[in-house]
Structure formats: C-alpha cells, structure tokens
C-alpha cells in the first residue's frame, strides 16, 4: 500500500491542489492529518480518504480515524507537544501499530513499543532553518518505508532536516513549557 500523508496545509494552497492533484491515482490512500483550515466540502478536501480535525478545522471532521493498523489524528487533543504517552494509549486501545498525526509543524519518525509515529511535518512551513514545508509518502509492502518531500517543489528531503526538527522541537517545547505553565498545547 502507498500512502500521500500531509498536515498543516492552513489553507495554503500554492501546494495542496498540486500535490493532491499530482497524486491522485498515484497511491493507495490519501490521509490528511488536520489543520487545512478548510470546510470538510471543499474540493481538495473531498479527494482525501481520511482527514481528521486539527486545531484550526471545523468540527465536522474526526478527532481520529482508525484504518486497519493505522490511527490517523492531529495531535493536539493528546497534548502531542508533552511527549506521545496519551497518543500511544489511543494507539494501544485501537491496537493500532501505526500512527500519522500533525500538529507540530516537524516531520518525525519515531518508534515506542513496537508502534511507528510519522509526523510529515507542515506542507505550508516547518519549523526550522530550512524555509518550505514538507509531505510523506508511505510504502507499506514488505516492511514500512518513508521519504520525506519538500513541498515546495516535489525534491526528496536530506535526512539533516529529519535531526534538525527534532532539535527545533525540543527547543520549541522548553520554550512552551517556560511560557504556558500548566496549560495544555
């Protein structure tokens, strides 16, 4: 099975139409993980398979969809940037051995008890030192292969930005937590 994953789009439409429009027929599954900031009827919208609500999205669509072995959610009502222990619980509930979710504008790859997360970070912009934003595609054949796309011009990403937004958001969760006391994010 190949999979398009996006998230984050805000209504930035310079790349959603594109990449969806350049993808279509292309994969097996098209998942939007929240924060298009775009009604459930709009066109683009209408071609994904699953998209689910973020932060910044109307209440029509889901806080989660499971698929399969897949939760697909945005992160924000499992307070993503306070690490993954609520979204692993939703993944172990639901048996769940992969999870797509947004929400931190950082695209992550990262295993915890045997359930693979994949972030593909914000198509409109990442936090970082690079300036585009990225997409996933998603092999699941044999094993799981991810590559990472800039979406600003299709071009694979180097694995440079894969360490530099993890440090970005480590620096950007401190940063919160100095700020917001015990609010949730």
Not at 54 to 72: F, L, Q, R, S, T
């Amino acid at each position: 099975m190949k999979i398009l994953l996006v998230s984050d789009s805000h209504r930035f439409l310079d790349h959603l139409p594109r990449i969806v429009k350049k993808y279509k027929g292309m994969v097996d599954l098209m998942i939007h993980c929240g924060d298009s900031a775009l009604p459930k009827n709009d066109k683009v919208m209408k071609q994904f398979d699953i998209a689910v609500r973020g932060n910044h999205d109307e209440d029509a669509y889901p806080p989660y969809v499971i698929y399969k072995n897949m939760c697909v959610t945005h992160g924000h009502l499992y307070h993503i940037y306070d690490g993954y222990d609520e979204l692993l619980a939703l993944c172990k509930e639901h048996h769940s051995t992969l999870c797509f979710h947004g929400h931190t504008h950082v695209p992550i790859i990262k295993k915890i008890d045997g359930i693979t997360f994949v972030n593909p970070g914000s198509l409109m912009v990442n936090r970082g030192s690079y300036a585009y934003g990225t997409y996933a595609i998603i092999n699941l054949f044999n094993d799981i292969q991810i590559t990472f796309y800039r979406s600003d011009n299709d071009a694979i990403c180097q694995d440079s930005i894969l360490q530099e937004g993890l440090e970005q958001l480590e620096e950007f969760k401190r940063i919160l937590k100095k700020y917001r006391g015990n609010c949730k994010v």
